[in-house]
């Protein structure tokens, strides 16, 4: 059974970072495409950053500049590097897979990490 397993929420103070990682199993990771979504209390779920399977990345406005999305082929894990973080990044953040060739026919989900950003 696929499992995407994020790590790496906690509390933070703004100005802040964190360090997010998702761990997959039981995919081709490296034919995946990896994105991070983000889900505030009360507000839809949204796109924070995705990195493709040949490693291209793409950055939500509210985030770039101080987010670095990376992955690693061989820990089949896709990390998501947050800095300057402010209140309003505080969502739970869910780890996203899917096939770069098959697209949402083969697409997965993590079950999320808490992140507070709060003095």
């Known amino acids: 059974q696929v499992q995407l397993v994020e790590s790496g929420g906690g509390l933070v103070q703004p100005g802040g970072s964190l360090r997010l990682s998702c761990a997959a199993s039981?995919?081709?990771?490296?034919?995946?495409?990896m994105a991070w979504y983000r889900q505030a209390p009360g507000k839809e779920r949204e796109l924070v950053a995705t990195?493709?399977?040949?490693?291209?990345?793409d950055y939500a406005d509210s985030v770039k500049g101080r987010c670095t999305i990376s992955r690693d082929n061989v820990k089949n894990t896709v990390y998501l590097q947050m800095n300057s973080l402010k209140p309003e990044d505080t969502a739970v953040y869910y780890c996203?897979?899917?096939?770069?060739?098959?697209?949402?026919?083969?697409?997965?989900w993590g079950k999320g990490t808490l992140v507070t950003v709060s003095s």
């Open positions: 039981k995919i081709s990771f490296s034919a995946y495409n």
């Open positions: 990195i493709i399977s040949s490693g291209s990345t």
């Open positions: 996203n897979a899917v096939h770069s060739q098959l697209g949402a026919a083969l697409r997965f």
